[in-house]
């Protein structure tokens, strides 16, 4: 069986990190495994506490499993410090990581802000060069290209300026758009649009999580970047299509939708 890991902070509320991530990586085939940068005490009404652990013990965790059951993939998500950044970049390098998907994680879909400035510049500089593809939402895509993006072609504007800047292919998730849910895929110097129809759902926590770990998981499994894509737009489209509603604001996704008949 091929494995998957995760990086990222821990969301009690099972809906987004880590959790979204193992639950993604399970249903799409893979041994799923992971390494948590931060506890976060979290519901889908926000975020009322962080709790990072330190860049030593972030680094056992990544010894521990590299050392054991090499992963095939590496998916991060929520990294909150500049230290914690180094130790992963470290890390990935030491072992030779492969299948690098990087979520840059900046603010929660309830508004909360999970990385600080100055380790947005640390993203930039380490992380980005050695990711085999990025996963930006048009914020996030706005702040790492530096340009407002009003329509698609601004989409593909930021990708192009994005992936010259810091030599790692982007998809730049179109989830903050007005009508399409459309994705752009900026890799090898070219493009391509992965189109989905808007799902009228406002239970979108963790969809951002859940998209990247499905790339990763279909990268473990041998797929081209292209087909990682699709596949795992197809798995987020069907876990928002089965309307699962949860909490008190923005819930979580139904994973096992297969399972879930809308009680
Ligand atoms: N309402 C929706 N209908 C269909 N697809 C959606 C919807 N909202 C988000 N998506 C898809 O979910 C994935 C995550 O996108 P996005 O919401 O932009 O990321 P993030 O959670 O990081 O803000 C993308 O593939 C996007 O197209
Ligand atoms: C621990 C953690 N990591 C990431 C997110 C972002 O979630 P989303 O996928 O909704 O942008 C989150 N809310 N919490």
């Not at 951002?208 to 489209?237: M, P, Q």
């Amino acid at each position: 069986m091929k494995k998957a890991l995760t990086i990222a902070g821990s969301d009690s509320s099972g809906g987004a990190g880590i959790q979204a991530d193992l639950k993604t990586m399970t249903m799409n085939g893979v041994y799923a495994m992971s390494a948590i940068t931060a506890l976060t005490a979290q519901n889908t009404t926000g975020v009322s506490g962080i709790m990072e652990v330190t860049p030593e013990f972030l680094s056992l965790e990544l010894d521990a499993v590299f050392t054991d059951i090499y992963p095939d993939a590496v998916k991060t998500g929520m990294v909150s410090s500049s230290e914690l950044i180094h130790t992963i970049v470290n890390s990935l390098k030491k072992y030779h990581a492969k299948n690098i998907v990087v979520d840059p994680v900046m603010v929660a879909t309830s508004g909360a802000k999970l990385i600080s400035d100055d380790a947005i510049e640390t993203l930039k500089k380490e992380l980005l060069p050695i990711a085999t593809v990025i996963t930006p939402n048009i914020p996030e895509a706005e702040v790492l290209s530096g340009i407002k993006i009003n329509n698609e072609e601004d989409m593909i504007t930021a990708a192009r300026i994005i992936y010259e800047k810091y030599g790692c292919n982007v998809l730049c998730k179109g989830g903050h758009q007005i009508n399409d849910a459309n994705d752009l895929l900026y890799r090898d110097g070219s493009y391509i649009w992965f189109k989905g129809k808007r799902i009228n759902n406002n239970n979108t926590h963790g969809t951002g999580c859940t998209l990247s770990s499905a790339i990763a998981s279909f990268l473990a499994r041998e797929e081209s970047l292209d087909e990682a894509v699709k596949h795992a737009k197809d798995y987020i489209s069907k876990a928002l299509e089965a309307q699962l509603d949860l909490g008190k604001g923005s819930g979580p996704l139904a994973h096992n939708y297969v399972l879930f008949e809308g009680e």
